[in-house]
C-alpha cells in the first residue's frame, strides 16, 4: 500500500488560494490613501500667486509667494474617489469572502 502525505504549499500559493491576500492588498492601498490625505491637509508648499490680470509673472518681476496645500486645486479629490473606490471593492471582496466561508460552515 502506498502512504499518501499531503503536498507542502508554500506561502504564495496559499495566499493565491485564500482569498484574504485580496483584503490585505485592499487595505493597504486606504491606508496609503488615508496617508496621502493627512500629507495634503499638513504639508505646505511655495506657491507664486498671479499678477492682478491673471498673468504668471517673468523673471526678474517681484512675485507674491505664499504657501498652501500642494492638493489646494481640487488634486485633494483624487485620492477621496480612490478611497471610496477602494472601501466599496473592500467592502464587497471581504463581505463576499466572509458570508461564502460562513455558508462553507453551515
Not at 499518501?4 to 490585505?24: D, Y
Not at 500642494?70 to 488634486?75: L, Q, V
Amino acid at each position: 500500500m502506498i502512504e499518501q502525505r499531503p503536498l507542502q504549499q508554500s506561502l504564495g500559493g496559499s495566499l493565491c488560494r485564500e482569498s484574504h491576500w485580496k483584503c490585505l492588498l485592499l487595505t493597504l492601498l486606504m491606508i496609503g490613501c488615508f496617508c496621502t490625505l493627512g500629507w495634503c491637509s499638513l504639508y505646505r508648499v511655495a506657491v507664486m500667486a498671479a499678477d492682478d490680470h491673471g498673468h504668471a509673472y517673468f523673471y526678474g518681476d517681484a512675485a507674491r509667494v505664499y504657501l498652501d496645500s500642494p492638493c489646494s486645486n481640487g488634486y485633494v479629490y483624487i485620492p477621496v474617489a480612490f478611497l471610496a473606490m477602494l472601501y466599496v471593492v473592500y467592502l464587497v471582496e471581504c463581505w463576499h469572502c466572509y458570508s461564502k466561508t460562513a455558508h462553507l460552515h453551515r
